[in-house]
C-alpha cells in the first residue's frame, strides 16, 4: 500500500474534508482534554451525531458533523446540559426563545440517570476518583433496588475535577467550590421562592423564567469575580 493511500485512509479516504473518529479525537483534544473515541461513539449511540460509514463500516466525520460534536461538548461542559436537552436544542426550532425554553426545562425536569459504569466511561475517571467526590459532596446519587445511580449531569461534573485534579486539586479542597456555589445557589432561590411556591401558573411561569435569568447572570458575575482575584494575584507576583 503506498504512502498516499495510507494518508487517504486515515484521512477519511479520498472524500474531501472527511475524518475518521480518530483523527476528529485528537483534532478536538486540545480544546476538550477529556475527547475520547469510547465517547464519541457513545454520542452516536445516543443519536446525537450521525458519521457517514464506510463499506467496511468506519466512521467518516464530516466539517458539518465535526462542528456539531464540538456544540454538544461545549454545551456539557460549559451549561452542564444533559444530552436530552441538548438534542431538543440541536434538532429542534433556532429561535431564541425555544431556546430559553428549552434550557428551563434543564433546570425542572428530572434528568436522565446513568450507572457508576457508565458514569466513568463519559468522564474517563475511574470509580474509586467518583466514590472520593462523593465522600466529600461533589458528586450526588441515589440508591434504587440496591443500585446506585447518577443524574447525567454528575457525569460532566466528575470530568471537570478530574481536570482539576491535574493540578493537585483533590476532592477535599473542592468543598471550597462547593461552598461557594451553595451559597450563590441559596441566594438566588431566596429571590423566587414566593413563586416557585405559588399555585398560580402564570407567576409560577414568571418565577422559572426569573430562575433561568438569575441563573446565568449569576454564573457570569462569579466568572468575572473570578478572573478578577486572579489578576490580582498576576499583579501581586509581578
Do not use: W
Not at 8 to 24: A, F, H
Not at 50 to 73: H, M, V
Amino acid at each position: 500500500m503506498s504512502t498516499v493511500t495510507t494518508r487517504r485512509r486515515e484521512r477519511g479516504g479520498s472524500e474531501p474534508g472527511l475524518r475518521t473518529i480518530g483523527v476528529v479525537c485528537e483534532e478536538l483534544r486540545d480544546e476538550f482534554p477529556d475527547i475520547s473515541v469510547s465517547k464519541i461513539r457513545y454520542l452516536e449511540d445516543q443519536g446525537l451525531i450521525a458519521p457517514k460509514r464506510t463499506r467496511g463500516g468506519y466512521r467518516l466525520f464530516s466539517p458539518d458533523d465535526i462542528e456539531r460534536l464540538s456544540t454538544i461538548l461545549r454545551l456539557q461542559r460549559d451549561e452542564f446540559l444533559p444530552l436530552r436537552v441538548i438534542r431538543e436544542a440541536l434538532d429542534g426550532p433556532g429561535t431564541s426563545a425555544d431556546r430559553t425554553r428549552r434550557r428551563s426545562v434543564g433546570l425542572t425536569e428530572r434528568e436522565d440517570e446513568i450507572d457508576v459504569g457508565e458514569l466513568c466511561e463519559r468522564a474517563s475517571v475511574s470509580p474509586d476518583f467518583v466514590r472520593e467526590l462523593e465522600e466529600y459532596g461533589v458528586v450526588l446519587s441515589r440508591i434504587d433496588a440496591g443500585e446506585r445511580l447518577y443524574p447525567e449531569s454528575e457525569a460532566d461534573i466528575a470530568a471537570a475535577c478530574s481536570r482539576l485534579a491535574r493540578f493537585g486539586i483533590d476532592a477535599r479542597h473542592l468543598r471550597t467550590f462547593l461552598t461557594a456555589t451553595g451559597r450563590q445557589a441559596t441566594l438566588v432561590e431566596q429571590l423566587v421562592a414566593p413563586g416557585l411556591g405559588s399555585r398560580n401558573p402564570e407567576r409560577r411561569k414568571s418565577a422559572l423564567d426569573d430562575l433561568e435569568l438569575l441563573a446565568r447572570v449569576a454564573q457570569e458575575l462569579s466568572h468575572l469575580l473570578f478572573l478578577r482575584d486572579l489578576r490580582g494575584a498576576v499583579e501581586r507576583s509581578s
